[in-house]
C-alpha cells in the first residue's frame, strides 16, 4: 500500500546535475537543507483525514562530520481489535562529504517483506536488495525523501528492496503549507515513479509535506513542528 516513502556538499551537488531532468531547466538547484546533530523530522500520517501512524526521521552527526540518519515508519489500521493493514519501515542511512556510502533498510508491506544493504566499494555503490542486485554510481539518493535534491534525479535507491525506480518529476509552484499554527512557503514537486506523490520543501529546503493517493484513499503528511 505505501511504498518507497518515503545534503550538502559539492559531491551530491556535482551528483545532482549529472543526474538532472527536464526540472533543471525550469528553475537553479537550490542550497541542500544541512542536518544539524540531534534533527528530528517527525510527521503524523493521516489517512482519509484520521491518523494512519506516524513518520520520524532522526539524524546523527559526530566529530568527523558524518551523518547518520534513521527513519522509523509506523502504520497501521485497524477494525476494532483487528489489524487490517501494517506498514513498516526502518532503515538507516550514512552519509560522509554529501554522499551516500552506506543504507541499510527492512520493509513489511502488510506481510511482504524486502531489504536492502548498501556500501561503498571502490567508486560504486554496491547494493544487495530485495529487488535489486548490483553497482550504482556513488551520487545516487535514496527514497526516503528529506534531500531535496531527489527532485533533480533521473532514478531514487528504495529503501524498503533496493529496487532503482526511474522518476520524472514536475515542478507545480509555490505554495502556503501549515505546519503547526504557523503557514509556510513552500515549493511543491510531483514526483512519479511506481507511486506519484506530492512533496513541499520550505525556502531552507526542508521537507514539510507529503501527499499521494492510493487505492482511492488519500493519504498526506502533516510535520508536527519544523526542525
Request: hydrophobic share 40%; charged share 25%; aromatic share 8%.
Amino acid at each position: 500500500m505505501l511504498k518507497h516513502l518515503v545534503l550538502s556538499g559539492s559531491a551530491l551537488l556535482l551528483g545532482a546535475m549529472a543526474q538532472a531532468d527536464d526540472i533543471a531547466t525550469q528553475t537553479s538547484l537550490p542550497t541542500p537543507w544541512v542536518a544539524s546533530d540531534g534533527a528530528v523530522i517527525d510527521f503524523t500520517v493521516l489517512r482519509k483525514g484520521k491518523r494512519f501512524g506516524s513518520h520520524v526521521l532522526t539524524f546523527e552527526r559526530d566529530d568527523t562530520g558524518k551523518l547518520e540518519v534513521t527513519t522509523d515508519v509506523d502504520l497501521q489500521v485497524k477494525i476494532g481489535p483487528i489489524t487490517a493493514f501494517k506498514y513498516r519501515l526502518d532503515s538507516v542511512e550514512h552519509w560522509v562529504d554529501g554522499q551516500l556510502v552506506a543504507l541499510s533498510g527492512k520493509s513489511n508491506n502488510d506481510g511482504r517483506k524486502g531489504e536492502v544493504v548498501a556500501e561503498t566499494e571502490g567508486g560504486d555503490l554496491v547494493v544487495d536488495g530485495t529487488k535489486f542486485d548490483g553497482a550504482l554510481p556513488l551520487g545516487t539518493i535514496p527514497s526516503s525523501h528529506w534531500n531535496r535534491l531527489q527532485v533533480y534525479q533521473s532514478q531514487m535507491l528504495s529503501t524498503e528492496t533496493g529496487e532503482v525506480l526511474d522518476i520524472d518529476v514536475e515542478l507545480i509552484g509555490d505554495n502556503k503549507v501549515q505546519v503547526g499554527d504557523q503557514m509556510i512557503d513552500a515549493t511543491h514537486y510531483r514526483l512519479t515513479s511506481d507511486l506519484t506523490v506530492d512533496l513541499w520543501y520550505d525556502r531552507q529546503s526542508r521537507w514539510v509535506k507529503l501527499a499521494f493517493q492510493v487505492r482511492g484513499q488519500d493519504i498526506e503528511y502533516v510535520l508536527n513542528q519544523l526542525y
